[in-house]
């Protein structure tokens, strides 16, 4: 059986300097990095994309949105 690492734990070198909720910006001026939602009948919202990074090693334990709540695009 193995220890269950806590949750603020990197899952790749075990270290607690875990940042969490870190924002994922854009590098273009096109536009929004983020999961895509239908609002409405017509209207297209962002969703952005949050992470939890390890200081010590670099390794982004998660990927995740603050609201999953949303009727999601599927493919464009």
Known sequence: MTDKL???TCS???SAALSVGVSV???TQ???VGLKYK???LLL???PLLADV???CGHIERLYVSNPNHKWV???
């Open 45 to 47: 919202g962002t969703e």
């Open 54 to 56: 390890c200081g010590s």
């Open 74 to 76: 599927i493919g464009d």
């Open 25 to 27: 910006g854009r590098s």
């Open 30 to 32: 096109t536009g929004w």
């Open 12 to 14: 790749h070198c075990q």
């Open 6 to 8: 806590p949750e603020s």
């Open 39 to 41: 609002d409405g009948l």
